[in-house]
T-cell receptor, first 114, second 109 residues
Framework: NAGVTQTPKFRILKIGQSMTLQCTQD?????MYWYRQDPGMGLKLIYY???????DKGEVPNGYNVSRSTTEDFPLRLELAAPSQTSVYFC?????????????FGAGTRLSVL | QQPVQSPQAVILREGEDAVINCSSS?????VHWYRQKHGEAPVFLMI?????EQKGHEKISASFNEKKQQSSLYLTASQLSYSGTYFC??????????FGTGTSLTVIP
């Protein structure tokens, strides 16, 4: 089983460019999440989804957009990249609400905006 | 409203014990614990639901006191492989998950 797969693993963007971080899970999980982790810091929730067609903002949503057209995929879109978006991005999924369920993480995407 | 962990960092010799604490200013329904090694994704250790339960994972166990809004992670007879950053985490608002501030654990021979 692949679990949660993120692509690309590394990316360098110039200021003002846009890109989409891909996330796919094969566990048929309804819930999916995007986090960012700045160097030496903890993870912060950007957006999450409770099912296809349903998304909601997390703690740090500014500068990002998401969509959830299928159960498997949850892409994260960066528009007009800024140096403050230099970070490691993790996608995760869970079977149900995190109050009772485990979340499984992808390997991460390391993004530098220069 | 991020959970606060203490200590921020700890260095142990192999075989020593450690306790990592996680406190929240808001009521907790459950607490997750994760370990993250440098350059890798967080790895789930355990989840504790309210009820004051304790859980164990090899020589790593945890307790959860919802009245005190606290959880503690206990590492006994530490091994080199225990090195990493430990995070607690919990759902605080709606379905939003908040990771704690993190505790860096280094085990030396």
């Amino acid at each position: 089983n692949a679990g949660v797969t993120q692509t690309p693993k590394f990316r360098i963007l110039k200021i003002g460019q846009s890109m989409t971080l891909q996330c796919t899970q094969d566990m048929n999980h309804n819930y999916m999440y995007w986090y960012r982790q700045d160097p030496g810091m903890g993870l912060k929730l950007i957006y999450y989804s409770v099912g296809a067609g349903i998304t909601d903002k997390g703690e740090v949503p500014n500068g990002y957009n998401v969509s959830r057209s299928t159960t498997e995929d949850f892409p994260l879109r960066l528009e007009l990249a800024a140096p403050s978006q230099t970070s490691v991005y993790f996608c995760a999924s869970s079977y149900g609400l995190l109050a009772k369920n485990i979340q499984y993480f992808g390997a991460g995407t390391r993004l530098s905006v220069l | 409203q991020q959970p606060v962990q203490s200590p921020q960092a700890v260095i142990l010799r192999e075989g020593e014990d450690a306790v990592i604490n996680c406190s929240s200013s808001k009521a907790l329904y459950s607490v997750h614990w994760y370990r993250q090694k440098h350059g890798e994704a967080p790895v789930f250790l355990m989840i504790l639901l309210k009820g004051g339960e304790q859980k164990g994972h090899e020589k790593i166990s945890a307790s959860f006191n919802e009245k005190k809004q606290q959880s503690s992670l206990y590492l006994t007879a530490s091994q080199l492989s225990y090195s990493g950053t430990y995070f607690c985490g919990t759902v605080l608002t709606g379905n939003q998950f908040y990771f704690g501030t993190g505790t860096s654990l280094t085990v030396i021979p």
